[in-house]
């Protein structure tokens, strides 16, 4: 089982910037053969597909709300995802969610490992 742990959310103005992070424990030599994504969800909405990042390759896919103004990245040494949001809208308020499954295509669906979430919000 792959344990995820996101940080870095918070409050921010809109057209500010914010890092989140998902750090992973996992087996030594095997985080970088996870696809990685990330997912939000805000009040009374369904999990939706933010971005993801491929095991291998770096193949990205970003939802098109977020196209532009949002990055994924990972380090592999470190064990950890990364979100970097910039120009930040008041609709990007949610609870982000950091997803994993093992080698796969940069999928929006069907991942197996979630993290808890961290909470962002984005104030008028």
């Known amino acids: 089982q792959v344990q995820l742990a996101e940080s870095g959310g918070g409050l921010v103005q809109a057209g500010g910037s914010l890092r989140l992070s998902c750090a992973a424990s996992?087996?030594?030599?095997?985080?970088?053969?996870?696809?990685m994504a990330w997912f939000r969800q805000s009040p009374g909405k369904e999990r939706e597909f933010v971005t993801a990042?491929?095991?291998?390759?770096?193949?990205?896919y970003y939802a098109d709300s977020v196209k532009g103004r949002f990055t994924i990245s990972r380090d592999n040494a470190k064990y950890t995802v990364y979100l970097q949001m910039n120009s930040l809208k008041f609709e990007d308020t949610a609870v982000y969610y950091c997803?994993?499954?093992?080698?796969?295509?940069?999928?929006?669906?069907?991942?197996?490992?979630w993290g808890q979430g961290t909470q962002v919000t984005v104030s008028l």
């Open positions: 997803a994993a499954r093992w080698r796969v295509e940069v999928t929006t669906t069907s991942y197996d490992y």
């Open positions: 990042i491929r095991w291998s390759g770096g193949i990205t």
């Open positions: 996992v087996g030594t030599n095997t985080f970088s053969r996870y696809t």
